[in-house]
Antibody
Framework: QMQLVQSGAEVKKPGASVKVSCKAS????????IYWVRQAPGQGLEWMGM????????TYAQKFQGRVTMTRDTSTSTVYMELSSLTSDDTAVYYC????????????????WGQGTMVTVSS | DIVMTQSPDSLAVSPGERATINCKSS????????????LAWYQQKPGQPPNLLIY???TRESGVPDRFSGSGSGTDFTLTISSLQAEDVGTYYC?????????FGQGTKLEIK
């Protein structure tokens, strides 16, 4: 079945970096955008950015510019999100999600989500 | 950025009754050239990722029960659960995907009365 499987929980110190993986299966990896969305404890959903797995082109939320890097490995159908200079405000569950529409011509809703990766930033 | 505002923030409904959640966008999410509203609804249960219910404002995702329906156009949208079931408890989010960045409402927590 179509799914996104994320890496496990992380605990990091302030100032460190974290890299979360998201492995796709059950569909054509290169044909759908992957987005990253985070959710702080008890809070709502915040878009961080997106990657085109075919070209590797990325678009980042202004809030995270300079601090986030999204990459992909087409040989393993995996996308990565690395966030640097962590603070306690970055403590959140990080989700990857697939955009529903095939191809990259029109934006669409997010139909497949990873299970989430809890990142805790604490000294 | 387009701001999405949901109402109410929380809602308690008796089993079998109708639940209605509203969502308002700060600008229209209707694309006139194709007459589509770039608006989705998600349900999130504790400890789980969001689950897509409705897209294009009124199209039900495959496998979603038909008691869930979406309506509205332009800037005002509604998610309706026609007959609330116990398993419908959770937090509901609207999202616009008309422009980048895609933005979400603050969420509406739905409980059983």
């Amino acid at each position: 079945q179509m799914q996104l499987v994320q890496s496990g929980a992380e605990v990091k110190k302030p100032g460190a970096s974290v890299k979360v993986s998201c492995k796709a299966s059950g569909y054509t990896f290169m044909s759908y955008y992957i987005y990253w969305v985070r959710q702080a404890p008890g809070q709502g959903l915040e878009w961080m950015g997106m990657i085109n797995p075919s070209s590797g082109r990325t678009t980042y939320a202004q809030k995270f510019q300079g601090r986030v890097t999204m990459t992909r490995d087409t040989s393993t159908s995996t996308v990565y999100m690395e966030l640097s200079s962590l603070t306690s405000d970055d403590t959140a569950v990080y989700y990857c999600a697939r955009e529903k529409g095939v191809g990259f011509s029109e934006s669409d809703a997010f139909d497949i989500w990873g299970q989430g990766t809890m990142v805790t930033v604490s000294s | 950025d387009i701001v999405m505002t949901q109402s109410p923030d929380s809602l308690a409904v008796s089993p079998g009754e109708r639940a209605t959640i509203n969502c308002k966008s700060s600008q229209s999410v209707l694309y006139s050239s194709n007459d589509k509203n770039y608006l989705a609804w998600y349900q999130q249960k504790p400890g789980q990722p969001p689950n897509l219910l409705i897209y294009w404002a009124s199209t039900r995702e495959s496998g979603v029960p038909d008691r869930f329906s979406g309506s509205g156009s332009g800037t005002d949208f509604t998610l309706t659960i026609s007959s609330l079931q116990a398993e419908d408890v959770g937090t509901y989010y609207c999202q616009q995907y008309y422009t980048t960045p895609p933005t979400f409402g603050q969420g509406t927590k739905l409980e059983i009365k």
